[in-house]
């Protein structure tokens, strides 16, 4: 059975399950004619999209244009209402219902100018407030990401401190997320809270997943396994998606002119994009529907006029629902799906076929990705969630070419590539009056399939002559090269986990556990590659609030790697006829952390003036770190990079710095900034990280600044600034800058170069008015005005590829419009 068979297989199977479940488990919702309504505003503004629930069930709507909100039908006796926006501090009020009975409840909500009030559910898998979680969690909202004219989530991660996007191919622009200074595979990125992003996904996700389908991305720095699994060491990135909650709907179109004011070019090139949502639910609330779509066209830029891209072609559409069915007063039945398919080319010759290039790096991925998710509050505020998620990726690439107009086979550099992951679980939350207990069980898999296909290799054709005596290529007699299976790995793991909060006074104590049993088996190795393993993961912290504005963290956690393929080995990059591949070694060890955090958040708002200061102090230590050992160029010309452990380990540790200043409700600053260092604990050879005891690609100094600033009668200003500061990097190419490097690439085939510091800065404005009931906005603006760029980027078909570091766009104008309403 393929792995399209067992994708459709499986989702079907869950849906009716967990359907059939739902259906027969719950009693439906009664009419009781017990109705609630309401404004919400703020100082004598009606608020929109203001949240409303009711404790304890699954009831819940938001406020409309005008403030209004309705919830019908509601059970009977004392309710609990709450109301919740971001921006705003939560206000609850109590009410009883009667039958055939509506109440008129108004809220008056408070400004929360530093957010601290924000609900988060990464930190502990449970909805409670950011500054009672057990550890920080920073929030990415849609209003940041139009703040700095984010289309894809790469460009809304960077405005958090410890965190930062980089680019790793000239060719085709495959970048990853680090935080805290560890690789993107140190992070395990969710989608909802479950672990379904895979490592082909991770190559380009999160560059092409856009902006308009998150409802918001919650960030937690630091060991995350406890809850999350593998590869959580760094931490977690988790994508919510949006959900519906009233009637609205919303559209956009923005481009962008990449390369304007730069000399040299091959001149300014565009980039569209275009996007719509709409959301609608039923008048009894009892169920509803979001659905959203992007489309995205780059056209590719060549910023040193050489005829071969650094930015690639982007070709991007995407569209997705989610629905939602109440059963009962309590259940909750909610489906997602969404589908992307991208088209991505970097290189030269772009109006030829792949294999009639120079240098081509063309991924083409359609991804599908459904889930189904069923919540059922007990007790008085229990809530269990049955929950099952699958990703599909099928992608089809090529990453070669002709090398300089020299034939080196290049029908070989095509792949077939299949990626079906899932997740399973069951999770259970019981609230107490002074301590809460979380407990669950989930099961992971993926099955992995990497493959060249065959093809005929017509330069062995011997030459013949024909009947007039002529030379003829005897097509029919070369030879055919059959499909080869690079990789077909098979990956589960099954969890179990728990974790228990107790508050005693101002202080509550957190302690988790988790059990993973992983087994790792790759059919296509030689060797019989087979990896299984028993971890125990545990994770305790302590959070002190003597005052409320005042919150002191300590934390430990531990964390885990299994000995898998991850995005780094799915990614080959290509230098003219040199290939450079990554692959795992058959003794591949799992890779263990031991990871510490201090953390002091003071947050104040005073009658004008809203503060928060956060400082966090990070230590991780490496046990056999997972490190790449270089192998000498085969016969064709490609060098093997092997994934390895290295006993000694490795130590990153750090600060991280947020500043926010709010000095009205209409001027607003944010300042963050990291600290650190990365290094392996002990000098390694030549031949394992390329010789280097300090992490590679990590500035010990990054940061940012925002500012956002109403200026008033619909116009807005938004300002942005982001720090890199200098770096190792490794360059693979044969242009030396003076005879001791050149000494050193003779002798290494590499060399280490040290990158300048960068200084990226924008700026956007924006005018929103009303027009027939419609709000529109109109804005402008520029992205890295000071074109605070990398210089020195190789040229040619024979250019080093991975040598690419720096903001990940040159000085780009932009301009869009959005326009929507609630209706």
């Known amino acids: 059975m ?31 004619g017990a109705h609630v309504t309401g404004h919400v505003s703020c100082n004598g503004r009606m608020l929109s999209f203001v949240t409303i629930t009711v404790r304890g069930t699954t009831i819940g709507t938001a406020t409309d244009g005008q403030g209004y909100y309705r919830l019908p039908d509601l059970p009977l006796g004392e309710q609990t209402i709450v109301a919740n926006s971001i921006g705003y501090r939560i206000a609850t009020k109590q009410v009883t219902t009667k039958p055939n009975e509506s109440v008129v409840l108004d809220f008056e909500l408070e400004e929360d100018l530093l957010n601290v009030d924000a609900v988060v559910v990464t930190g502990d898998k449970d909805a409670i407030s950011r500054r009672e979680a057990s550890t920080i969690v920073n929030s990415v909202t849609p209003k940041l990401m139009v703040q700095n004219n984010a289309r894809s989530i790469s460009e809304g991660l960077p405005y958090i401190p410890g965190v930062r996007m980089e680019n790793n191919c000239q060719n085709c622009g495959f970048n990853q997320v680090r935080l805290n200074g560890m690789e993107g595979e140190y992070t395990q990125t969710l989608v909802d809270g479950h672990p379904i992003f895979s490592g082909l996904m991770g190559v380009y996700g999160l560059e092409f997943i856009p902006a308009n389908m998150i409802e918001r991305i919650e960030v937690q720095r630091g060991g995350g396994s406890a809850l999350y699994g593998s590869n959580a060491v760094a931490g977690t990135v988790n994508l919510i998606l949006q959900d519906p909650m009233v009637n609205t709907f919303q559209a956009g179109f923005n481009t962008d002119f990449i390369g304007v004011g730069i ?62 069915h109440r059963i009962g007063d309590r259940g909750k039945l909610s489906l997602s799906y969404f589908h992307i398919t991208e088209e991505r080319r970097g290189g030269n010759r772009f109006d030829r076929p792949y294999h009639e290039a120079n240098v081509a790096e063309a991924p083409h991925h359609n991804v599908n990705v459904p889930s189904l998710v069923y919540t059922q509050m007990l007790r008085e505020s229990d809530l269990l969630t049955l929950n099952a998620s699958f990703q599909h990726v099928d992608r089809e690439s090529y990453y070669g070419g002709k090398a300089n107009g020299k034939d080196a086979h290049p029908l070989k550099d095509y792949g077939l590539t299949t990626d079906l992951s899932y997740n399973f679980g069951a999770q259970y939350a019981a609230h107490f009056t002074q301590s809460t207990l979380i407990g669950g069980v989930d099961f992971t898999g993926e099955r992995l399939k990497d493959i060249k296909p065959g093809y005929t290799d017509y330069s062995t054709a011997p030459i013949l002559k024909d009947k007039n005596g002529n030379d003829s290529l005897a097509v029919d007699q070369a030879k055919e090269i059959e499909s080869l299976t690079v990789a ?27 059990i993973d049993r992983y087994s790792v088996e790759d059919l296509a190795s030689k060797t019989g590659f087979h990896n299984t393993g028993i971890v125990p993961v545990p994770r305790v912290s302590i959070l002190l609030s003597p005052i409320p504005e005042l919150q002191l963290r300590a934390n430990y956690s531990m964390g885990y790697r299994k000995p898998q393929m991850y995005n780094e080995e799915l990614h080959v990059e290509v230098a003219g006829a040199k290939q450079i591949v990554q692959r795992v070694a058959s003794d591949l060890r ?19 003036l809203a503060l928060g200061v956060l400082a966090e102090g990070f230590y991780t230590r490496l046990k056999d770190a997972f490190i790449n050992k270089r192998h000498d160029a085969d016969e064709e010309g490609t060098v093997l990079l092997e994934r390895m452990n290295f006993a000694d380990g490795a130590t990153i540790y750090g600060v991280n710095l947020e500043v926010n200043v709010a000095p009205s409700r209409d001027l607003a600053f944010k300042l963050g900034g990291t600290f650190q260092k990365s290094q392996y604990a002990k000098d390694v050879p030549e031949d394992l990280n390329s010789g280097r005891r300090d992490f590679l690609r990590t500035p010990s100094l990054y940061g940012f600044l925002l500012g956002d600033w109403k200026i008033g009668a619909g116009f807005k200003l938004n300002a942005s600034f982001n720090l890199t500061g200098p770096m190792d990097v490794v360059y693979e190419g044969k242009k030396a800058r003076n005879e001791e490097e050149r000494k050193e690439i003779e002798e290494n085939d590499f060399s280490i170069r ?19 009931g419609v709000d529109l906005t109109l804005y402008t603006g520029v992205r890295n005005v ?11 078909a024979e250019r080093a590829s991975s040598y690419v570091y720096g903001p990940m766009l040159p000085r780009t104008v932009y301009c869009g419009l959005t326009m929507g309403n609630i209706f």
């Open 2 to 32: 393929n792995i399209k068979m067992i994708f459709k297989w499986l989702v079907v199977s869950t849906t009716l399950i967990l359907v059939s479940f739902c259906a027969v488990a719950v009693p439906s919702r009664a009419k009781t």
């Open 263 to 324: 000399r040299g070019t091959g001149g300014v090139k565009p980039d569209y994009s275009a996007s719509f949502n709409s959301s609608n639910v039923t008048d009894n609330n009892k169920a509803g529907i979001a659905v959203y779509g992007n489309v995205r066209y780059r056209t590719p830029f060549d910023l040193n006029n050489d005829g071969y891209s650094e930015l690639p072609r982007l070709k991007n559409a995407t569209v997705g629902t989610r629905l939602f």
């Open 488 to 514: 077909n790995q098979v990956t589960t793991t099954v969890g179990a986990f728990a974790q228990y909060s107790h508050h005693i006074g101002w202080a509550t104590l957190t302690g988790g556990f988790r």
């Open 754 to 772: 040290r990158t300048p510091s960068f200084f990226d800065l924008g700026a956007k404005l924006s005018y929103t008015f009303n027009v027939f």
């Open 786 to 796: 000071l074109n605070s760029f990398q210089e020195d980027f190789e040229v040619g």
């Open 590 to 608: 799992r890779e263990t952390s031991h990871s510490a955090m201090l953390s002091a958040d003071y947050n104040r708002q005073f009658h004008h």
